[in-house]
Structure formats: structure tokens, C-alpha cells
């Protein structure tokens, strides 16, 4: 292993949670709604580079770094739960019902494709 595991995971961490930060901000700048689209795309790109990292089977400092640290940072389950009470709260079924059944099937299906991917690639 190449360095210090935490720190490692700090790195990526910090650099994953500026990133969210800045595509989320831009999103809903340009795409102002009550339907959390920056936290779905970044969640559902998160679960495939995650699954792709995986596959790949990259060394543990990077797993840390990229896995652990960049993708953990990146995608947001408390931020997604939360969205999700916001909905529920606000009356807003359909938004509810779509950013579940997306989130959950869609994040699964990329995480898979990921992993497949990092395997052949």
C-alpha cells in the first residue's frame, strides 16, 4: 500500500465533496425544480464509477483514494434521504415514486454495469 490509509481517504474525500458540491450547485442553477435532479445523476454516476472501480480491481491505495474516499464523498445517501421527505412532505407522489424507483433500480443497474465493465476493460 502506498501511503497513509486515512489520509488517503481524506484526500478523496475532500476532492469528491467539492465535486458534488460544484455539479450539484451548477445543476441547480441551470435546471432550478423541486425534482432533486443534481443529487439523482450524481448518486446514479457515483454507483457506476464505484462499480466500475471494483471491477477494475484496483490497488487498495486507490480502492482508499477513489473508492472509499473520492466516490463516499461524492454520492450522498443522507442528502438523497432527505430529498425524499422533502417530497413526501410536500405532497409530490409522482416525484416521490420516480426518484425512488430511479435511484434504486437505476443505481443498481449501473453499479453492476460498472463492475462488468471494469472487468473486460
Not at 463516499?72 to 409522482?94: D, M, P, V
Amino acid at each position: 500500500m502506498i501511503g497513509n490509509p486515512a489520509l488517503l481517504v481524506a484526500i478523496g474525500g475532500f476532492l469528491g465533496a467539492i465535486s458534488r458540491f460544484g455539479i450539484s450547485n451548477w445543476f441547480k442553477t441551470r435546471y432550478p425544480s423541486s425534482f432533486p435532479i443534481g443529487t439523482l445523476l450524481i448518486n446514479l454516476l457515483g454507483s457506476f464509477l464505484l462499480g466500475y472501480i471494483i471491477g477494475k480491481g484496483i490497488d487498495e491505495s486507490w480502492q482508499l483514494l477513489f473508492g472509499t474516499g473520492f466516490m463516499g464523498a461524492f454520492t450522498t445517501f443522507s442528502t438523497f434521504k432527505l430529498e425524499n421527505i422533502q417530497l413526501y412532505a410536500n405532497k409530490k407522489w409522482k416525484a416521490l415514486a420516480l426518484y425512488l424507483g430511479i435511484s434504486y433500480t437505476f443505481g443498481i443497474l449501473l453499479a453492476f454495469l460498472g463492475m462488468k465493465l471494469g472487468d473486460i476493460l
